[in-house]
């Protein structure tokens, strides 16, 4: 498990039979909201995108990893121009 969470977060490998998993096992995990955003964005969901990832940097122990997640979530914000949420994750 822990080398499919590691492809997900450094290559964006997920799948929704991942997802799937994650929300019936570790619902409130913070892999549960990673998964989720990786599928938002390769649909080009980019706001879905963006609040799984704000959602999953919130959840998360890891200052590295929690800071990966918080770009991800600025940049998905970007993307899709909501310019108020990205001044407002900067901010936080």
Not at 53 to 71: F, G, I, P, V
């Amino acid at each position: 498990l822990a080398n499919i969470r590691e492809q997900v977060i450094e290559h964006g490998v997920a799948s929704p039979a991942l997802l799937e998993w994650q929300r019936e096992n570790e619902p409130q995990s913070m892999w549960a909201a990673v998964a989720a955003a990786r599928i938002s964005e390769r649909a080009g969901a980019n706001l879905e995108a963006a609040r799984s990832y704000r959602s999953a940097a919130m959840r998360c122990d890891d200052y590295e990893l929690r800071q990966k997640l918080n770009k991800q979530s600025l940049i998905s914000f970007a993307h899709c121009g909501t310019w108020p949420a990205v001044i407002a994750l900067i901010e936080s």
